[in-house]
Nanobody, 117 residues
Framework: QVQFVESGGSLVQSGGSLRLSCAAS????????MAWYRQAPGKQRDLIGY????????YAPSAEGGRFTISLDNAKTTMYLQVDDLRSEDTAVHYC??????????WGQGTLLTVSS
């Protein structure tokens, strides 16, 4: 079964930026519609946005406004999430997986982004 490995989480001051990475155990990142999700403390896991196999990128309404950028590396083996102008409400464990959520494979450990004010 495919495994996802998220990385890049850190403690960052508000207003800063961070790029998170997602790697997978096979070529699923290039072959499937892939998404970033996040789960804030005490809350459910929510969608940030997803990239289709045609390269279209869509963001959830809560992630619109230009602070979030989803991209892939040239080899299409790693998916990134750039978050700018970080706010305390961005503190969450971030995950990558397939989209829609009902098509998701088993979840990885996620990577924790903590924003300090």
């Amino acid at each position: 079964q495919v495994q996802f490995v998220e990385s890049g989480g850190s403690l960052v001051q508000s207003g800063g930026s961070l790029r998170l990475s997602c790697a997978a155990s096979d070529s699923i990142i290039s072959n499937r519609t892939m998404a970033w999700y996040r789960q804030a403390p005490g809350k459910q896991r929510d969608l940030i946005g997803y990239r289709t196999t045609h390269g279209e990128i869509h963001y959830a309404p809560s992630a619109e406004g230009g602070r979030f950028t989803i991209s892939l590396d040239n080899a299409k083996t790693t998916m990134y999430l750039q978050v700018d102008d970080l706010r305390s409400e961005d503190t969450a464990v971030h995950y990558c997986n397939q989209y829609p959520p009902w098509a998701a494979s088993s979840w990885g450990q996620g990577t924790l982004l903590t924003v300090s004010s």
